[in-house]
């Protein structure tokens, strides 16, 4: 077995979806489908190597110390099956918004889905104007029209019919395809109507990270520097990866007439490298976050938040990445020779409210 | 441009790092390195000493890009102790113009061939040579201290050379033998973890206690000077002070005691700064309190016990205790109030109650981890008894009413909501498995 396939997972899949827990112990520990158990929790290892604990779904309550947020999460993630990070998302703001992991993370769920229904709706009128715009028609009229009105749904009816009969196909369909699509590329943003969504933010957001990890790593004495320098080149193969992604997404929705033509191909593909960037970046907003937050902390803290953020530092798996066999090796060698130990107040078994608060705030922040 | 823009200008300038978003360990290394320039010309501006003390791990750092002078060799083994107040803080710390006043007497009357031969030897050297660095330095620290030993070996001349700073004479002296055991202490930082030292093994303790003992020879200014090097890197330096004093460190059973109360200054100055602190904190904020609170009575109970032969530490001690537990009783009597008035509105509240009302028990909560050192332990433990107690009723007397056949039902979303805050109450005031049970209770209630 080669060094860098001893713990990297193959796939996303079977890296898990990174599941909003509060207590400590759970935090971000990842959920994936099991044969036999149905479903299994990823618990990061809290000793000196990479690798993570599999607990059946049913055993993970036993564990103990969990928030009633988490116990409630725990039912519902079953409840909903959620293994893809969107269903995670979904089955995390309902329980947030029954306000156990508090008021603020309650608020900003509620904010958060809002959010999401409104970039939605905002990704079907885009999408609309960028189909009509591909059909040779002008929207400057439609630009002027607000979109909230009859005017706009009979101006563009009349529009999209004249692209249905275009195309050779019904007009439902391509209602039907656009809504599918917008909420396909609702998380990701259009580019080709620049517009800013959660995921293209998030890049910005995790190139700061880096920036920021590496510099904390440059200038620590300690033996955790290796460690944050680590991180950040994890962040920089994401961002590399991000990029590529980004950019095929892009060039393969660009052109949304012949998208939703060829909706029978197209349509899977759009969703297949949309979700494939979702999967990517699952778990980096709460690792971002974790990490900000340390940022007026004494240097101890510091020190103690990158082991925290080392266990669920979001690796890519080994079959998604074109990591080399050396770069493989060199993070082997790195968890061997150093023991990387979590904050002991991070593994212990009981529920201790002030970190329990502490991740609470950081959950908050990372819907936003 | 005037002597008055250059301040106002340099205010502004202070003003804005003060006010930067990012900390400054956060921003770029070129960034850093600008800001860092600015700062040390303008150190003795309000509030910049803090900033560079914060930012100083990062500033040790990038220092090996830069070739060291003479100067900064000569200041090696004192680096730990600098500040930038001007007077005498009279606990071992010393103030950051009085070493370079030392220098500039050394470079003035030590042997100027002798002071060449450095120079040129250090202009040799490869810029982030640090052991060549080293090797100039181990030469040049005894050749410096001589000179030094012969001033203070006359107190007039000493008082002469200080001059209006003769306040510091005590400091000088302290230089002189920081010097005489320099090599001891580089040999200690080299061993060392980086600051801030959480714990020591016992082989660390071990070496420590030998590299002082060897290295000092039972001279006490020199025990004293190395103590200090050590416990002002440590977390807990009252608890370290205790340890290492309690060790063999080859002094005369004269000289301990000395050597122990000039330490435990350090230690007083640290509790004193945190009794500032707490009493420095908005009254409103509840859980900045419980933590300052914590902290005080943390390094109250480690002082207490290391400085338990000193009368007049414990007596101040025991001052600051009284402050503390009023403080405490304070924070207590004003979180219970907040919550039971927000018991009886429920989740209704607007969210800043919401927030205001989690932050008294999470208050209440930090105040329950030290209440026992400070005799409030049943305070504490009482108030949060009594929120589970009436959260408790209130709920089943909710759950009662959804129970009950016949008559208005009370709306399903609206117990749930009720529910899940009297769970949230009960999780933060009491424990996870109790406000479970109350979920699990009002699950079923709700069929």
Redesign the interface.
């Given at each position: 077995m080669k060094p860098n396939s001893l713990y990297l997972p193959s796939t996303f899949e079977e890296r898990g979806t990174a599941a909003p827990f509060t207590t400590p112990m759970f935090a971000l520990s990842r959920v994936r489908p099991d044969e036999r158990q149905g479903l299994v929790l990823l618990l990061p290892s809290f000793g000196g190597t990479d690798g993570a604990y599999v607990v059946p779904w049913s055993a993970v309550q036993e564990i103990g110390g969990m928030s009633t947020h988490d116990r409630a999460l725990h039912e519902e993630i079953l409840a909903a099956k959620a293994t893809s990070p969107d269903m995670m998302r979904a089955a995390g703001f309902k329980v947030a918004m029954t306000g156990l992991a508090g008021p603020v993370a309650a608020a900003a769920a509620k904010k958060a889905m809002e959010d999401d229904r409104k970039k939605i709706e905002e990704t079907h009128i885009l999408l609309i104007l960028a189909l009509l715009t591909s059909s040779g028609m002008t929207t400057q009229e439609l630009m002027q029209t607000n979109p909230e009105t009859d005017e706009w749904r009979v101006k563009t009816k009349a529009m999209l019919e004249k692209s249905a009969r275009e195309y050779g196909i019904e007009i439902d369909q391509i209602y039907h395809r656009i809504g599918e699509l917008s909420e396909t590329l609702a998380p990701v943003g259009l580019a080709i109507s620049r517009q800013e969504a959660r995921l293209r933010q998030l890049l910005q957001s995790l190139g700061e990270f880096r920036q920021s990890i590496s510099e904390w790593g440059e200038a620590d004495l300690s033996e955790m520097a290796d460690f944050a320098i680590y991180a950040a080149a994890v962040a920089d193969l994401t961002l590399d990866m991000a990029g590529t992604m980004f950019r095929k997404l892009d060039a393969g929705v660009a052109d949304i007439g012949l998208v939703v033509r060829e909706w029978p191909t197209q349509g899977p593909l759009a969703k297949h490298m949309a979700s494939r960037l979702s999967w990517l970046l699952d778990g980096w907003q709460f690792v971002i976050e974790l990490w900000r937050s340390l940022a007026d902390q004494p240097v101890d803290e510091q020190r103690d938040g990158v082991g925290n953020l080392m266990r669920v530092l979001p690796l890519i798996p080994r079959n998604e990445s074109e990591e080399d066999e050396e770069d493989g090796k060199k993070r082997h060698e790195l968890f061997q020779r150093k023991r990387l130990q979590a904050h002991i107040d991070w593994r212990t078994g009981k529920y201790d409210v002030e970190l329990v608060s502490r991740i609470e705030q950081i959950k908050a922040k990372a819907v936003a | 441009m005037s002597d008055l823009d250059k301040k106002a200008g340099v205010n502004k300038t202070v003003a804005a790092v003060l006010d930067l978003e990012?900390?400054l360990?956060?921003?770029?290394?070129e960034k850093?390195r600008e800001v860092a320039k600015l700062l040390e010309e303008v150190h003795e501006q309000p509030g910049v000493q803090q900033i560079l003390d914060h930012v100083r791990?990062?500033l040790?750092?990038?220092r090996p890009g830069r070739k060291p002078n003479l100067q900064r060799l000569f200041y090696m083994p004192l680096e730990d102790l600098l500040i930038f107040e001007t007077m005498s803080p009279d606990n071992g710390m010393l103030p950051r113009h009085l070493p370079a006043l030392v220098w500039k007497y050394i470079a003035e009357r030590g042997d100027a061939e002798t002071l060449k031969q450095f120079e040129t030897a250090l202009k040799r050297t490869g810029t982030g040579d640090r052991e060549a660095h080293k090797k100039i330095a181990h030469r040049l620290w005894p050749w410096a201290s001589a000179i030094l030993v012969n001033l203070v070996s006359n107190t007039g001349n000493a008082k002469g050379m200080l001059g209006r700073d003769v306040g510091l004479i005590e400091e000088l002296n302290q230089i002189s033998a920081l010097l005489q055991a320099a090599e001891s202490i580089d040999l200690l930082k080299e061993e060392l973890?980086?600051?801030?030292i959480?714990s020591l093994t016992d082989e660390q303790m071990g070496m420590i206690r030998r590299t002082i003992a060897d290295g000092a020879k039972g001279d006490a200014d020199q025990v004293y000077v190395m103590v200090l090097i050590v416990m002002v890197r440590m977390?807990k330096r009252a608890d370290f002070l205790e340890n290492i004093m309690g060790m063999t460190l080859g002094l005369s059973s004269a000289d301990k005691p000395v050597v122990y109360a000039r330490l435990s200054r350090l230690v007083m100055t640290e509790v004193t700064d945190r009794a500032k602190q707490l009493s420095a904190t908005d009254k409103g904020n509840l859980v900045g309190l419980a933590d300052n609170a914590r902290n005080l009575v943390n390094g109250l109970v480690a002082a207490e016990k290391a400085l338990k032969n000193d009368p007049r530490a414990r007596h101040q001690l025991s001052e600051m205790r009284k402050t503390a537990e009023k403080t405490v009783t304070q924070v207590v009597d004003n979180a219970k109030g907040t919550v039971v008035a927000a018991i009886s509105v429920g989740?209704d509240a607007p969210?800043e109650s919401?927030?205001e009302t989690?932050n008294s028990l999470?208050a209440l909560?930090?105040c329950q981890t030290f209440a026992g050192q400070i005799g409030l332990d049943k305070s504490v433990t009482g108030a949060l008894g009594s929120i589970v107690g009436e959260v408790k009723q209130k709920a089943e007397k909710l759950f009662a009413s959804v129970s009950h056949k016949g008559g208005h039902q009370p709306d399903r979303a609206e117990v749930?909501?009720e529910m899940?805050?009297a769970?949230?109450m009960t999780?933060?005031a009491g424990?996870?498995d109790d406000?479970?049970k109350i979920?699990r209770q009002g699950m079923k209630a709700l069929g």
């Open positions: - | 990012r900390p360990e956060f921003i770029s290394e850093f791990p990062r040790v750092k990038l973890p980086p600051k801030p959480r977390a989740p969210l919401l927030i989690e999470l909560r930090k749930e909501q899940y805050w769970v949230r999780e933060l424990n996870p406000a479970d979920r």
